[in-house]
């Protein structure tokens, strides 16, 4: 009797361990609701599992009920074709497998470094816009696989990793990969579209499996030093050049040079020594190396009367260099000169540039800017363009130029068959309305009133460089802007000839007293002169006082309008 008093003592207290346990594990796991969101808290944090709601621009939030939201959960948004922009904020720790997968999301902001899932986005077939912010290293296995719509990606400098991200993103065209990436690991571009590539120096592992498949692949540049596995360029273009580089590191400013290479072609307004202080001249490029320079002028100390302002130094450029000035550089068109090559633009004295960035249009075989700078003490940007035997050159170069008075004027310069050209007209725009009337064929240079930020735009946009918008075709779109976390959708109707805007690269203020537009309707002014004449045709043939007082009041209410209206 007493065993079994004891037996039956132990299971009663194995029996309470477990129930307690299925309770706290039930508290801690039970899911909650908040507005069309479901959730559960774990720790502390919620994880959101559920979405109810038809909202098409989605803000994940930082706090359900006071709670702190840190992951979103396994297939949450999978399926649901009513999203269109989803900002995921930098409170976000871990997105979860599938959780956007077969989606209609259109654009996607990603503001801090959570850890990936598996399979995030794969076949999201609107997907063609994603900001990956300034903050995330890793982008997770088969993150964006078979999404044919994702046409250009801009990946941060503070991305390290790559795990078979883009495998199957067959019209992947425009990728640039940038310094720090350390590893391009599984199918990181299988089967995708891009024509050139650059893998940079930081690379330190590559698989097998990185660029199989890659049809329109003409042209990779690896380093000399980087193990490339058999079978990493694969069942590509049978054309491919695989071109090994050494890194030339000039005052700081590191540049890939293909290996062999004479260093001559690269010496630029300055004479370079190595490390020993060994003048380098008519020296072939097989191995990194490391360079300073000699200045070419002594800087102008302003406190020693003795020491007069020295002009601007004359650049030294490269041999073939093809040189433009800002002034002449949409008039002038260049003939096909040997490649690699150089292009200068040089800056107008008093003025400065910023921004300066580029970007490359594939619209040929094989291109690729391999370096740009800006050389502040000579006035001038220099592009080298590295173009292979297959293709001629097509990229765009943006920089705002900043004048004696602090103006700023945004820069375009398209560059094709090795000439520059004015591509479209190029507009400011102030968006302050829900609608907004455009025309096609043209490029604005986009503001918000309220300083929001572009987070997603609708298909047949084209969107290059930073609020550089181009309508290739009339119809009615949306523009997504955010602002605080609010998400704000305008409205724009494009067509032939709606909006009458003067061709301005900033935009104009009617409210501000300093900006001297001429903000009258003009069809108002017409409108009154019209009447005006009209009356005084009366006047004249009819010889009636009602006339004669109406045309004395017209005449009086454009004067006034054209004054002061």
Known sequence: MNQTKTTLALVAVIFSIVAAGCMITATQSDAATSGPWTYTVSDGNATLTAYNGTETNIVIPTALEGTPVTSIGASIFMGNMTIRSVVI???????????????????????????????????????????????????????????????????????????????????????????????????????????????????????????????????????????????????????????????????????????????DNYLVGFDWYDSNGDLWENALINEDVTLTSAPIVDPEDPTDPEDPVEPRPVPIYPQGTIVYSLEDLFQTNGSVPQFPTYFAIEIPEGNDIENLRATMSYTTDSSTISTIWYYPDYGVILAYLYVSEYGVPSYHIFFDVIDENGVRVPWICYITQVSFESEYEIIGVMIDSPTVELETNKLYYIEFEGDETLVAWSPGINFIGSRWIIFNESGTFTVDAELDGVVTTYTITVSDSAFASQPLLVPVDPTDPGDTSDSKDSTILWILISFTAIFFALMVIVKRPIFVVLTIVLAGATVLYFVWG
């Open 89 to 263: 904020p930098s409170n976000i720790t871990h997105i979860g497998n599938d959780a956007f997968r077969n989606s209609s999301v259109v654009s996607v902001t990603i503001q801090g470094n959570p850890t990936m899932g598996t399979y995030i986005f794969r076949n999201c077939q609107s997907l063609n816009d994603v900001d990956f912010g300034e903050s995330i290293q890793t982008l997770g296995t088969g993150m964006f696989n078979s999404v044919e719509s994702l046409l250009t990606v801009d990946l941060p400098s503070s991305l390290t990793t790559i795990l078979g991200s883009f495998n199957f993103c067959k019209n992947l065209a425009g990728v640039t990969i940038p310094y720090g990436v350390t590893t391009l690991s599984g199918n990181a571009f299988t089967n995708t579209g891009i024509s050139s590539v650059i893998v940079p120096h930081s690379v330190t592992s590559i698989s097998a499996q990185a660029f199989n498949q890659c049809r329109n692949l003409v042209d990779a540049w690896v380093h000399y030093d980087l193990t490339v596995p058999a079978g990493t360029f694969s069942s590509s273009n049978s054309s491919l050049i695989i071109t090994e580089y050494a890194v030339v590191t000039l005052n700081g400013q590191y540049q890939y040079i293909p290996l062999g290479s004479s260093i």
